[in-house]
C-alpha cells in the first residue's frame, strides 16, 4: 500500500520560505508530483520531478519553487521562496501506479502578515 505523508506547512510572512516534505512508503513510482488547492478553487499542479531528476513546473512558480527528490530517503521536497499571499493553499503530494493515483492528505501553507 502506498503512503504518502507530507509536512513542512506553517504560517509565514509575504517574501518567507518554506520547505514542504513528502516521504513514500510502500512501492515506489518514477513521477511524483505537488499539487495545490486554495480556498474556493480548483486542485491545481504545481510542480513534478521524475525519478532520474526532471522537473516540470507550472508558470506562477518559475523561478520562485524548486522541487528536488532523495530517493535513497523515498522523500520528495518543494522549497518555496518569495512565497506571495496567492501562494496560499492546502499542498498535496501525489503519484501514479499503474492503475491508481496516490495523495498524500495535504499541508497547509499560510502566507500573511
Known amino acids: 500500500q502506498v503512503q504518502l505523508v507530507e509536512s513542512g506547512g506553517g504560517l509565514v510572512q509575504p517574501g518567507g520560505s518554506l520547505r514542504l516534505s513528502c516521504a513514500a512508503t510502500?512501492?515506489?513510482?518514477?513521477?511524483y508530483a505537488w499539487y495545490r488547492q486554495a480556498p474556493g478553487k480548483q486542485r491545481e499542479f504545481v510542480a513534478h520531478?521524475?525519478?532520474?531528476?526532471?522537473?516540470v513546473y507550472t508558470d506562477f512558480v518559475k523561478g520562485r519553487f524548486t522541487i528536488s527528490r532523495d530517493n535513497a530517503k523515498n522523500t520528495v521536497y518543494l522549497q518555496m521562496n518569495s512565497l506571495k499571499p496567492e501562494d496560499t493553499a492546502v499542498y498535496y503530494c501525489?503519484?501514479?501506479?499503474?492503475?491508481?493515483?496516490?495523495w498524500g492528505q495535504g499541508t497547509q501553507v499560510t502566507v500573511s502578515s
Open positions: 501525489r503519484t501514479s501506479g499503474p492503475t491508481n493515483d496516490y
Open positions: 510502500g512501492s515506489i513510482f518514477s513521477i
Open positions: 520531478i521524475t525519478r532520474v531528476g526532471s522537473t
